[in-house]
Structure formats: C-alpha cells, structure tokens
C-alpha cells in the first residue's frame, strides 16, 4: 500500500494534480467531499461538521482519522491512495504514519502546492456552484452563459457558505496556524516536492508530469 499526499492551501489546484495522479493507479481520497457527503446525508456527523466548516474550521481529528482508518483497512494491499485534504495537522500526520506502518504501507511523496493569499482569494471568492447538479463557475475565470444562471439547468447559482471572502480568509489563517506545520514535518523526512501553483492548469499538471510521474510533456 502506497500513498502519496497532497498538500497546500484551500484553491491552490489540488484537482489538477489529483487529476494526473489518478491517471497513473492513486485512489484520491478527499475528506472535504467524504463530508459533504455526510452533510448531504444530514448525518450526525454531517450536521456537526457543517456548523465547523460554514465558519472556516476544521472537523476534529479523531473523527477524520476515523474514517481514514475504516478505508484504509478495507483496501487491498496493492491499492495506491492519493491523500486531499489529510492530514491537515500535526497529530494526524502522526496518525497517518501509524497507519501506514500497521499496514505495511509507504508514504511515497508530499506535494506541496505554493500559491500566494491574494490569489488564493480571488479563486475562491468568485466561485458560484450549482445545488442541483454540482456545477462550478467562476465569475471572472469560467462565468456561466445566462448571468448568475446554472447552463445546465438553468437554476440560480449561489456563493458557497465557505467560499465567502470572509470565510476564505479564516480558511487561510487556520490552515497557516493548524496545517503549515506539516511542512516542516514532511520537509524533515525529505518528501516534500514544492509545485508552482500560481501559473497555469497546463503548466502545473506539466510540472506534475514531469517531476512524479517522470514524463515530460
């Protein structure tokens, strides 16, 4: 069992390395979608971890660990695992660690998507998401045909409650405060793998490519 674990702040472009990785075996594991999954189940869990992330906060550790450890222990040992949004701190690093020495697994790599707060902002502020169908627009990078109105169909878009300028800023300071850390954690064991993230899609997932899969594009 090998993993590989994405790391950087909320809107660097985890989609497009995840995107890349997938292509090449990973399973990608995001804890923000497994969530929202309970939130949309309005599951004990679900509730509790909405109040959290409507304000910027995180869910408690134990919780998180929780569910990686259910997934992890129900996956073949040849499984490839891509890690988005876990672990987001110190102690659940740890717990990941234990993990994968019980299972006999390896932490391959750290990728770690730099990109400055401004931009950070601007990416997710402008989101605008589609309740009935899941879509996402962006008013100034990918607005919708029909102003504020879903092309597929047709509804009113809204702002995501955590894609608030507001909310954003909060997401940034805890992940500075709880999740920059890991850096140095990771940094210290020689895995991290620093990606641009301030440039282009293309150019990040060339850089991917390039630097983890070992094809140049």
């Given at each position: 069992m090998n993993a590989v674990i994405l790391l950087g702040p909320p809107g660097a472009?985890?989609?497009t390395v995840a995107?890349?990785?997938?292509?090449?075996?990973?399973?990608?594991?995001?804890?923000?979608?497994l969530l929202r999954e309970q939130i949309a189940r309005r599951t004990v869990l679900g509730i509790q971890a909405e109040k959290l992330m409507e304000q910027g906060r995180f869910v408690p550790d134990d919780v998180v660990v929780g569910m990686i450890r259910n997934l992890l222990e129900k996956a073949d040992g040849t499984q490839k695992f891509l890690f988005d949004g876990f672990?987001?701190?110190?102690?659940?690093?740890?717990?990941?660690?234990k993990l994968l020495s019980e299972l006999e697994g390896t932490l391959e790599s750290v990728v770690l998507l730099d990109c400055?707060?401004?931009v950070i902002i601007k990416r997710l502020s402008g989101r605008r998401t589609c309740?009935?169908?899941g879509a996402v627009y962006h008013i100034a990078f990918n607005p919708?045909?029909?102003g504020d109105r879903c092309d597929v169909e047709g509804c009113k878009l809204v702002q995501r409650a955590d894609d608030r300028e507001e909310t954003v800023r909060n997401r940034l300071k805890v992940y500075e405060q709880q999740t920059a850390p890991l850096i140095s954690y990771y940094e210290a064991k020689s895995l991290v793998e620093h990606?641009?993230?301030?440039?282009?899609i293309e150019a990040v997932r060339n850089d991917v490519?390039?630097?983890l899969v070992g094809v140049a594009t």
């Open positions: 472009g985890k989609g995107e890349v990785l997938v292509g090449q075996g990973y399973k990608h594991i995001s804890t923000g979608q672990p987001r701190t110190l102690p659940q690093a740890k717990s990941l660690d400055p707060d401004d309740d009935k169908c919708p045909s029909h990606i641009d993230a301030n440039q282009s490519n390039e630097r």
